[in-house]
């Protein structure tokens, strides 16, 4: 079939250029007939009956044209006309005497410009409701091509003819099962792709031919996942057909299963798959066992797949067969190519898993992979470390210097997906310098380009590193600017305003030479905790229970105060107050405090993951408390934590706050 398909389009090439119209017909063409080998090897066989076969075989040069039948003829090949872009449909051909020709000549008149020549191959086509195209699908317009004069019109809807079908399932009966199965559903998926309905004779036909060839249980794994999705987009997922192939895919996977074969049924239940179904439910539990089992053996592609299956069945519970297939991933990295890792890295972000193995990874061998990959990949794997908290420096420098060599050829969005995991990770590359001058170059040649809310990210992201936007400010605080982060007319939402009136804090508290504009006071978020904890993690509850003992003990009672909201909006974990002798006030008198400390109780979720490096935001916190008047002390959870005995937690918070207030003597504080 493939062959005839090309002699087809070298005909049709041979006198003229094809316009682009033409030869997109041609490849449609071309796509839809390309068959499996058991179906092209039963259509030579069943030559004698396949009128497509016959008449493909006089495109192929005017000297095989020795039928009087075909002569001063033109080639017309047809497709027939798209109904609906799921379910395609057609009227039946109907029968042809013997002896009458399926040729119609062209009008004289017809010319080859930017469309194709209309032709009706029958009197009832013309009176088809208009309204009844495509929406979505253009429709096949024939093409028409006179050759020398002589040529023949070839029907190729005459491949769905009772008989010609009859002839090729008699032929694919003599095949092996497999082939035999094969074949039968690449000629239903034809029947899908040229609009035949489910009850139509052809479709019937070959769905009985299934039917019968189903109950031996010899059919392949493979071969019954291609005959189920095409059974679905033929008669849908209740069919008859497609509970026959699930029943003998269920008594399949009971046996071992091979990685192909696994991946295969997991694609198949992404298009079959419904909750309620005890069978499939117990059939995809069967199917992670064998898929564990089979996780040595899985190739790059494989996992990728299975991944991606897991996220569209919904199947977040399988954590040991995600995580398992995560660190599969982490052994076959570098068989990946970039649009799988792009694919990898999106799943597991979707399904909230992080390896450390497949982090190690990445950090070997993507180095020296990010200077010819595609930048998407990049903008990917900063996107996956920024929400992972993976502080990788192997990573972040490359990408660093990447930039600064080819920040010109990236997207506005992938410029700040690079920008924003940089700051909000807190990690300053050793070429920072050249990147943010290279970014301000960027930003001065397409500032107008980027996306307010992705402009706005950036600078944000910029602060937490202590680079300053400043050249910006004017921009960012215009009412144009603001006026553009309102989306579909509705207000400028919570977590812009606060990025804005962080960024009114840095130009206020860290660049006191700054007096350009500033955010109205109206605009200024009066809290920065939130449920998404984008500017502050709130205090962990485990870690207090912790300290409040021993700094109870250290302090002679409960003077501190916790979770204390500061006038600029940010949330003290612990406050303690002081005179302006250096004595602690109690909470009755704390209308004379002179001086305040602010005790940040870390946990784990501050720290970049597997590291003792704060997150952009808690580090850009702790600077504006301490411009505020804070005497700012850290009480970082893996220190505390280190500490076995009360006695020995005490005269950690003592070592820890005194330093801090230094008129204090530890006699004062016990008395």
């Not at 067969?321 to 190519?337: G, N, Y």
Request: glycine share 4%; charged share 20%; hydrophobic share 40%.
């Amino acid at each position: 079939m493939r062959l005839l398909c090309n002699r087809l389009c070298v005909s049709s090439l041979h006198d003229h250029s094809v316009s682009q119209k033409e030869g997109a017909v041609l490849r449609t063409m071309r796509s839809i007939i390309c068959m499996s080998a058991s179906v092209r090897t039963a259509c030579q066989q069943a030559s004698v009956c396949f009128p497509l076969y016959r008449g493909l075989s006089l495109c192929n040069s005017s000297e095989r044209l020795t039928d009087v039948e075909f002569v001063s003829k033109t080639v017309i090949a047809e497709q027939p006309r798209i109904i609906d872009p799921r379910c395609f449909q057609r009227e039946k051909t109907r029968p042809v005497a013997a002896g009458v020709a399926l040729l119609h000549k062209v009008p004289a008149t017809a010319t080859r410009r930017n469309e194709a020549t209309p032709c009706h191959t029958d009197a009832h086509l013309a009176h088809r409701p208009a309204e009844r195209a495509a929406q979505h699908l253009s429709s096949y317009t024939p093409y028409a091509k006179a050759q020398r004069g002589a040529a023949a019109h070839v029907n190729i809807q005459s491949l769905f003819e009772e008989d010609v079908i009859t002839e090729l399932c008699s032929k694919l009966a003599d095949f092996p099962i497999n082939d035999r199965a094969e074949g039968l559903a690449t000629l239903l998926q034809a029947c899908v792709e040229f609009g035949l309905e489910a009850q139509s004779p052809p479709v019937l036909i070959l769905v009985k031919e299934c039917l019968e060839l189903l109950p031996s249980r010899d059919v392949g794994v493979a071969q019954l996942c291609q005959l189920g999705k095409v059974a679905c987009a033929l008669e849908g997922r209740g069919s008859g057909l497609v509970t026959e192939v699930m029943n003998s895919i269920s008594c399949a996977v009971e046996d071992t299963v091979s990685p192909s074969e696994a991946a295969a049924v997991y694609s198949l239940l992404t298009a079959l798959y419904e909750p309620s179904c005890q069978q499939q439910a117990l059939m995809l539990s069967v199917l992670h066992r064998q898929t564990q089992r089979q996780i040595h053996r899985l190739k790059s592609s494989q996992v990728s797949d299975i991944l991606q299956c897991l996220l569209k069945l919904k199947q977040k519970q399988t954590l040991s067969l995600a995580l398992r297939l995560s660190h599969r991933a982490s052994q076959v990295f570098t068989a990946f190519s970039d649009d799988e890792i792009i694919k990898l890295l999106s799943t597991l972000m979707t399904l909230g898993q992080h390896d450390g193995e497949l982090l190690a990874a990445m950090e070997k061998h993507l180095p020296e992979r990010l200077g010819s990959c595609d930048p998407e990949l990049i903008s990917k794997v900063m996107e996956y470390c920024l929400q992972m908290r993976c502080r990788s420096e192997p990573i972040f420098e490359a990408v660093a210097e990447n930039f600064v060599c080819s920040a010109e050829s990236h997207t506005d969005t992938q410029i700040a997906k690079q920008v924003v995991a940089i700051g909000r990770l807190n990690y300053l590359p050793q070429c920072s310098s050249q990147m943010f001058k290279k970014l301000e170059d960027v930003l001065t040649s397409r500032f107008s380009h980027f996306h307010p809310r992705s402009l706005l990210d950036m600078l944000h992201a910029c602060i937490h590193l202590e680079r300053f936007p400043l050249n910006y400010m004017n921009n960012i605080f215009s009412p144009y600017f603001l006026q553009k982060l309102q989306e579909k007319g509705e207000p400028v939402d919570k977590n812009a305003l606060g990025q804005l009136t962080q960024l009114h804090l840095s130009a206020s508290l860290e660049c006191t030479y700054y007096w350009g504009p500033r955010l109205p006071f109206s605009l200024h978020v009066k809290k920065f905790s939130s449920l998404d904890q984008a500017f502050e993690s709130p205090m962990e509850t485990s870690l207090y229970r912790q300290v409040k003992g021993p700094l109870m003990q250290l302090l002679g009672g409960t003077f501190f105060f916790t979770r204390v909201f500061t006038p600029i909006g940010y949330t003290v974990d612990v406050e303690i107050c002081l005179d302006e002798n250096g004595f602690i006030l109690p909470q009755s008198q704390w209308e004379h405090t002179y001086k305040r400390i602010a005790l940040c109780l870390d946990g784990q979720s501050r720290f970049c993951t597997n590291t003792r490096h704060l997150l952009g935001k808690e580090a850009t916190k702790r600077r504006h408390l301490h411009r505020m008047g804070y005497e700012v002390v850290e009480i970082p959870y893996f220190e505390f934590e280190n500490q076995r005995t009360q006695e020995e937690q005490v005269q950690y918070l003592h070592d820890k706050i005194f330093p801090a207030v230094s008129k204090f003597r530890l006699g004062h504080l016990t008395s």
